[in-house]
Protein backbone atom coordinates (compact mmCIF):
# COMPACT_ATOMS: atom_id res chain seq x y z
CA UNK A 1 0.00 0.00 0.00
CA UNK A 2 1.14 3.59 -0.47
CA UNK A 3 2.21 5.85 2.30
CA UNK A 4 3.50 9.72 2.70
CA UNK A 5 5.45 10.60 5.04
CA UNK A 6 6.18 14.40 6.42
CA UNK A 7 8.86 14.47 8.27
CA UNK A 8 8.35 18.36 9.73
CA UNK A 9 5.08 18.59 11.85
CA UNK A 10 5.76 22.37 12.53
CA UNK A 11 8.19 24.82 10.58
CA UNK A 12 8.85 28.42 11.55
CA UNK A 13 10.15 31.05 8.94
CA UNK A 14 10.70 34.37 8.23
CA UNK A 15 8.50 36.43 6.20
CA UNK A 16 10.68 36.77 2.76
CA UNK A 17 12.49 33.89 3.51
CA UNK A 18 13.07 30.87 1.39
CA UNK A 19 11.02 27.57 2.68
CA UNK A 20 11.47 24.31 1.72
CA UNK A 21 8.94 21.32 3.10
CA UNK A 22 9.79 17.59 2.97
CA UNK A 23 7.66 15.09 1.58
CA UNK A 24 9.01 11.20 0.86
CA UNK A 25 6.34 8.50 -0.52
CA UNK A 26 6.05 5.01 -0.44
CA UNK A 27 4.98 3.34 -3.85
CA UNK A 28 5.76 0.37 -6.23
CA UNK A 29 4.51 2.41 -9.31
CA UNK A 30 4.97 5.60 -11.16
CA UNK A 31 2.85 7.82 -8.11
CA UNK A 32 0.81 10.46 -9.07
CA UNK A 33 1.86 13.31 -6.62
CA UNK A 34 -0.22 16.58 -5.06
CA UNK A 35 0.59 19.02 -2.43
CA UNK A 36 -2.41 21.03 -1.13
CA UNK A 37 -2.85 23.76 1.22
CA UNK A 38 -5.12 24.34 3.66
CA UNK A 39 -6.01 27.73 5.84
CA UNK A 40 -7.48 27.99 8.68
CA UNK A 41 -11.22 27.41 8.85
CA UNK A 42 -10.36 26.90 5.04
CA UNK A 43 -10.73 23.39 2.36
CA UNK A 44 -7.97 22.01 0.80
CA UNK A 45 -6.76 23.97 -2.34
CA UNK A 46 -4.41 22.00 -4.92
CA UNK A 47 -1.18 23.69 -4.93
CA UNK A 48 0.40 21.32 -7.63
CA UNK A 49 0.59 18.15 -9.34
CA UNK A 50 2.89 15.70 -11.02
CA UNK A 51 2.16 13.16 -13.00
CA UNK A 52 5.34 12.61 -15.48
CA UNK A 53 7.48 14.16 -17.63
CA UNK A 54 9.54 17.51 -16.21
CA UNK A 55 10.33 16.55 -12.10
CA UNK A 56 9.89 20.37 -11.66
CA UNK A 57 6.39 21.23 -11.66
CA UNK A 58 5.18 24.89 -10.91
CA UNK A 59 2.25 25.68 -8.49
CA UNK A 60 -0.26 28.73 -7.58
CA UNK A 61 1.20 31.22 -4.77
CA UNK A 62 4.84 30.84 -6.23
CA UNK A 63 5.31 27.43 -5.29
CA UNK A 64 7.53 24.65 -7.25
CA UNK A 65 8.00 20.53 -6.10
CA UNK A 66 10.59 18.64 -7.18
CA UNK A 67 9.99 15.17 -8.03
CA UNK A 68 13.34 13.05 -7.01
CA UNK A 69 12.51 9.17 -7.56
CA UNK A 70 15.76 8.29 -6.73
CA UNK A 71 15.25 9.60 -2.94
CA UNK A 72 11.22 9.17 -3.11
CA UNK A 73 11.07 12.51 -2.59
CA UNK A 74 8.56 15.42 -4.19
CA UNK A 75 9.98 18.50 -1.58
CA UNK A 76 7.47 21.65 -2.10
CA UNK A 77 9.74 24.93 -2.28
CA UNK A 78 8.98 28.72 -2.35
CA UNK A 79 11.99 31.07 -2.91
CA UNK A 80 10.19 34.13 -0.84
CA UNK A 81 7.56 33.20 1.42
CA UNK A 82 4.60 35.78 2.48
CA UNK A 83 2.62 36.35 5.70
CA UNK A 84 -0.09 34.45 4.17
CA UNK A 85 1.32 31.23 3.28
CA UNK A 86 0.86 30.89 7.09
CA UNK A 87 -1.23 27.43 6.93
CA UNK A 88 -1.04 23.54 6.71
CA UNK A 89 0.18 21.71 3.96
CA UNK A 90 -0.07 17.89 3.12
CA UNK A 91 1.61 15.80 0.21
CA UNK A 92 -0.74 12.76 -1.16
CA UNK A 93 -0.20 10.44 -3.59
CA UNK A 94 -2.79 9.13 -5.82
CA UNK A 95 -3.53 5.84 -7.74
CA UNK A 96 -5.91 4.67 -9.79
CA UNK A 97 -6.69 7.08 -12.71
CA UNK A 98 -4.34 9.80 -11.07
CA UNK A 99 -6.15 11.43 -8.49
CA UNK A 100 -8.48 9.34 -7.77
CA UNK A 101 -8.31 7.81 -3.60
CA UNK A 102 -5.84 9.76 -2.23
CA UNK A 103 -3.64 8.94 0.80
CA UNK A 104 -2.19 12.16 2.46
CA UNK A 105 0.57 12.94 4.82
CA UNK A 106 0.16 13.88 8.12
CA UNK A 107 0.94 17.80 6.99
CA UNK A 108 3.26 20.18 8.03
CA UNK A 109 1.99 23.50 9.88
CA UNK A 110 3.91 26.42 8.69
CA UNK A 111 3.95 29.92 11.00
CA UNK A 112 5.25 33.05 9.28
CA UNK A 113 6.98 35.59 11.33
CA UNK A 114 7.40 39.03 10.40
CA UNK B 1 -12.71 23.48 -11.59
CA UNK B 2 -15.56 21.97 -9.89
CA UNK B 3 -17.71 23.90 -7.03
CA UNK B 4 -18.15 22.30 -4.39
CA UNK B 5 -21.13 22.97 -1.36
CA UNK B 6 -21.52 21.01 1.83
CA UNK B 7 -24.35 21.35 4.29
CA UNK B 8 -24.22 21.88 7.06
CA UNK B 9 -21.24 23.89 7.61
CA UNK B 10 -20.79 23.18 11.07
CA UNK B 11 -22.97 21.16 14.14
CA UNK B 12 -22.39 19.76 17.73
CA UNK B 13 -24.48 16.93 17.86
CA UNK B 14 -25.62 14.62 21.10
CA UNK B 15 -23.70 11.40 21.24
CA UNK B 16 -26.17 8.55 20.02
CA UNK B 17 -28.02 10.32 17.71
CA UNK B 18 -27.03 11.13 13.51
CA UNK B 19 -26.02 13.33 11.26
CA UNK B 20 -26.09 13.53 7.64
CA UNK B 21 -24.06 15.59 5.38
CA UNK B 22 -25.01 17.01 2.08
CA UNK B 23 -22.74 17.01 -0.74
CA UNK B 24 -23.45 19.13 -3.70
CA UNK B 25 -21.20 20.15 -7.24
CA UNK B 26 -22.13 22.08 -9.59
CA UNK B 27 -20.94 19.99 -12.50
CA UNK B 28 -21.90 15.78 -12.91
CA UNK B 29 -18.46 13.64 -11.67
CA UNK B 30 -18.14 10.43 -12.41
CA UNK B 31 -15.95 10.20 -8.98
CA UNK B 32 -16.93 11.32 -5.38
CA UNK B 33 -14.81 10.15 -2.29
CA UNK B 34 -15.75 11.20 1.47
CA UNK B 35 -13.00 12.32 3.59
CA UNK B 36 -12.58 12.35 7.62
CA UNK B 37 -10.08 14.81 8.96
CA UNK B 38 -9.67 14.51 12.90
CA UNK B 39 -8.48 16.93 15.33
CA UNK B 40 -5.02 17.90 14.24
CA UNK B 41 -4.59 15.41 12.14
CA UNK B 42 -4.41 14.56 8.43
CA UNK B 43 -7.24 13.38 6.10
CA UNK B 44 -8.72 9.91 5.49
CA UNK B 45 -10.61 8.19 2.71
CA UNK B 46 -13.89 7.04 4.29
CA UNK B 47 -15.25 5.70 1.15
CA UNK B 48 -15.69 6.11 -2.49
CA UNK B 49 -19.45 7.41 -3.10
CA UNK B 50 -20.85 5.30 -6.22
CA UNK B 51 -23.65 6.47 -8.41
CA UNK B 52 -26.45 4.30 -8.46
CA UNK B 53 -25.06 1.58 -6.54
CA UNK B 54 -23.18 0.62 -3.04
CA UNK B 55 -20.23 2.68 -1.71
CA UNK B 56 -16.97 1.09 -1.75
CA UNK B 57 -15.58 1.77 1.67
CA UNK B 58 -12.28 1.62 3.39
CA UNK B 59 -10.22 -0.16 5.57
CA UNK B 60 -11.99 0.73 9.23
CA UNK B 61 -15.37 1.71 7.80
CA UNK B 62 -18.46 0.15 8.08
CA UNK B 63 -21.61 0.90 6.20
CA UNK B 64 -23.51 0.75 9.32
CA UNK B 65 -21.86 3.84 10.70
CA UNK B 66 -21.36 5.67 7.82
CA UNK B 67 -23.92 5.22 5.19
CA UNK B 68 -23.76 7.03 2.05
CA UNK B 69 -25.58 7.69 -0.69
CA UNK B 70 -25.29 8.89 -4.41
CA UNK B 71 -28.61 9.12 -6.06
CA UNK B 72 -26.81 11.03 -9.05
CA UNK B 73 -23.71 11.82 -10.31
CA UNK B 74 -23.95 15.52 -8.79
CA UNK B 75 -24.89 14.84 -5.00
CA UNK B 76 -24.69 12.81 -2.29
CA UNK B 77 -24.60 12.18 1.41
CA UNK B 78 -22.58 10.73 4.22
CA UNK B 79 -24.53 9.89 7.43
CA UNK B 80 -22.52 9.76 10.65
CA UNK B 81 -24.70 7.18 13.25
CA UNK B 82 -24.93 6.64 16.18
CA UNK B 83 -22.18 9.29 17.21
CA UNK B 84 -19.79 9.51 19.76
CA UNK B 85 -17.38 11.74 20.78
CA UNK B 86 -14.80 10.33 19.06
CA UNK B 87 -16.57 11.54 15.65
CA UNK B 88 -15.96 15.04 16.07
CA UNK B 89 -14.20 15.56 12.97
CA UNK B 90 -13.88 17.27 9.97
CA UNK B 91 -15.96 15.67 6.84
CA UNK B 92 -14.95 16.26 3.51
CA UNK B 93 -16.04 15.49 -0.11
CA UNK B 94 -14.10 15.72 -2.61
CA UNK B 95 -14.50 15.30 -6.71
CA UNK B 96 -12.17 13.89 -9.35
CA UNK B 97 -11.96 15.92 -12.63
CA UNK B 98 -10.98 13.16 -14.67
CA UNK B 99 -9.64 15.23 -17.93
CA UNK B 100 -7.33 16.79 -15.48
CA UNK B 101 -6.09 14.41 -12.68
CA UNK B 102 -6.84 16.79 -10.17
CA UNK B 103 -9.21 16.20 -7.11
CA UNK B 104 -11.05 19.14 -5.65
CA UNK B 105 -12.15 19.33 -2.04
CA UNK B 106 -15.73 20.96 -0.72
CA UNK B 107 -15.47 23.25 2.45
CA UNK B 108 -15.62 20.59 4.95
CA UNK B 109 -18.37 20.24 7.97
CA UNK B 110 -16.94 20.42 10.78
CA UNK B 111 -18.84 18.27 13.12
CA UNK B 112 -18.32 18.18 17.17
CA UNK B 113 -20.33 15.44 19.61
CA UNK B 114 -20.28 16.13 23.16
Known amino acids: AQSVTQPDIHITVSEGASLELRCNYSYGATPYLFWYVQSPGQGLQLLLK??????LVQGIKGFEAEFKRSQSSFNLRKPSVHWSDAAEYFC????????????FGTGTRLQVTL | SAVISQKPSRDICQRGTSLTIQCQVDSQVTMMFWYRQQPGQSLTLIATANQGSEATYESGFVIDKFPISRPNLTFSTLTVSNMSPEDSSIYLC???????????FGPGTRLTVL
Open chain 2, 94 to 104: SVVDVGHNEQF
Open chain 1, 92 to 103: AVGIYLGASKLT
Open chain 1, 50 to 55: YFSGDT
